[in-house]
């Protein structure tokens, strides 16, 4: 694992400036837009981008613009309680920060928290009861796609599925019903999972 070398100050500010500007907006800032906030010169923006190459905080694709993305040598994300995989349940939410094995990488420019699976209805997809699940903040999903919907009877990981105007969401475990909802919000997309039982 690279060793993180500490920064400076004002590395420091740059470092969150970046980071807070990918959450919020999806892309990367200009070397413009981090001189404007640190009150500094491009030029000297762009020595504290690299200097935060160097120390192993970003990484940056040469000859592009806003090609600049953080490095999260010891990935955190809060895990905010359950989810059903079974019956729907009322989701809990007790956030605490989880730390991602080093063989699991999240793509940094979206929000992803973690939620503790409980049921099996996912299993044939290898989804097991208290699995933790990593997900993807996203409030829309394509038809397949592995999410989390709050239903009127409260939160499940299923497979969304459209067909026409009906919306379904399939399990992965043929015990289980198919849902029909009367009421849906997507609040995340399924992307990875951390093994928690053995």
Known sequence: MQEVKPLTGKQK??????????????????????????????????YFVEQLRQKGYLKKQANKARAISPIQSSQHIPLLGYIAAGKPIEPIEVPEDIALP????????????ALRVQGDSMR??????????????????????????????????????????????????????IIKP???????????LIRMNG
């Open 13 to 46: 500010q740059a470092s969150d400036f970046i980071n807070a500007h990918i959450r919020e907006k999806g892309i990367s800032p200009s070397l413009r837009e981090i001189a404007k906030h640190l009150g500094k010169k491009v030029s000297t923006a762009q």
């Open 102 to 113: 080093e063989n699991i990488h999240i793509d940094a420019r979206y929000p992803h928290y």
């Open 124 to 177: 044939d997809m290898g989804v097991l009861d208290n699995d933790i699940a990593l997900i993807r903040h996203q409030l829309n999903a394509d038809t397949g796609d592995v999410v989390v919907a709050i239903t009127e009877k409260g939160a499940t990981l299923k497979v969304l599925r459209k067909k026409g105007k009906e919306i379904i969401l399939e399990p992965k475990n043929k015990d289980y019903p």
């Open 182 to 192: 009367k009421q849906l919000e997507i609040r995340g997309k399924f992307v990875g």
